[in-house]
């Protein structure tokens, strides 16, 4: 009998490696994330802040991920085109979005059939960054501050239009919460996208806007706009002689602009950890940083659960500020 267990012992011995062998084989032959080229939807046209952030972080991605980064634009409805085309595709796990502000926090004040639901259908992975807006206007209207611009306006009743990158866009609904605040009559030129209000602008289509400082900064540093207030809490280091909404009277104004990526509601929790882990990575590394600055950004790295709470806290604010402005979409 000893002889036996013996020989069955021996053959055990002899199996353990052959055993642990296989399972190696089995582990390697499962693929790693990402095994193709990831796509990035941008819901807005190229040109505009959102745009300019997407393609600097896609460029780092894909140096971290080991694959293709291809930016996708998608505009219209303040993102909501693309954030209804996004949840409506098939699930793909090499699919992201990069989510402004009104995508995640105002739209469903706004629009009466969204087509998608900004918590249960988009899955944070973490915040990108922030920028402030800028209220400009043209050199030839001679206007230098915000309550200039209030007087213009009380002035020339029916006389001053503004553009925005789309209804129901920050710009849109902070031009309407001042409009209303001083009591003027404004006229709202919405476009597809923040370059084609901003070309508006310079062209002498409108009198002034509100949008993002990125794609704003170089056509102010080359004197054809005049910026008039930033609506971050405090002054931005590339213009530091520019006040504050609050500053300059307008404490309701105070806002950022912030954006974030997100991933289809059914995407794996393994990529989702995956993806904010190579994301904070990005936006923590120095050069990455100098580079957002250089184009108006900050870096806010963090959790999928900070972009969430982030959001519900904005959802509150701009509730209020959609009641104030009395704006709508259709």
Not at 56 to 83: C, D, F, M, T, W
Not at 205 to 227: H, M, S, W, Y
Not at 239 to 246: E, F, G, H, R, S
Request: hydrophobic content about 45%.
């Amino acid at each position: 009998m000893q002889t036996v267990f013996s020989r069955l012992n021996s053959a055990l011995k002899c199996l353990f490696p052959v055993l642990a062998l296989c399972t190696g084989f089995a582990v390697q032959a499962q693929p790693a994330w990402p095994t193709h080229p990831i796509r990035l939807l941008v819901p807005y046209p190229p040109g505009g802040s959102t745009d300019i952030l997407a393609r600097l972080l896609g460029q780092k991605l894909s140096e971290s991920l080991g694959q293709s980064v291809i930016v996708e634009n998608r505009g219209g409805a303040s993102g909501g085109v693309a954030a209804s085309y996004f949840v409506k595709s098939a699930p793909d796990d090499h699919y992201f979005m990069v989510a402004s502000l009104p995508m995640m926090a105002v739209n469903q004040y706004l629009y009466r059939e969204l087509g998608y639901d900004p918590e249960a259908d988009l899955r944070p992975i973490g915040l990108i960054a922030q920028t402030p807006n800028v209220v400009v206007t043209s050199p030839a209207l001679n206007v230098h501050t915000l309550k200039e611009l209030a007087e213009y306006g009380k002035a020339h009743p029916k006389g001053l239009a503004y553009s925005s990158s789309s209804v129901g866009s920050a710009g849109h609904l902070l031009n309407e919460l001042f409009r209303s605040t001083v009591g003027i009559e404004l006229l709202h030129v919405p476009y597809k996208g923040n370059a084609p209000a901003m070309m508006a602008l310079v062209a002498g289509e409108v009198q002034f806007t509100t949008d993002n400082l990125p794609q704003l900064l170089p056509q102010i540093r080359a004197g054809k706009l005049v910026p008039l207030a930033v609506t971050s809490p405090k002054r931005w280091f590339q213009l530091p002689d520019v006040p504050t909404v609050a500053e300059a009277g307008f404490p309701g104004m105070t806002t950022s602009a912030w954006f974030g990526l997100v991933a289809q509601s059914k995407t794996s929790s393994e990529v989702i950890t995956r993806m904010n882990r190579e994301l904070v990575a990005v936006l923590q590394k120095p050069d990455f940083i100098a580079k957002l600055r250089d184009v108006s950004f900050e870096a806010l790295p963090g959790s999928p659960e900070d972009m969430t709470v982030t959001a519900r806290k904005e959802r509150v604010l701009w509730k209020k500020m959609v009641e104030m402005s009395g704006a709508k979409a259709d």
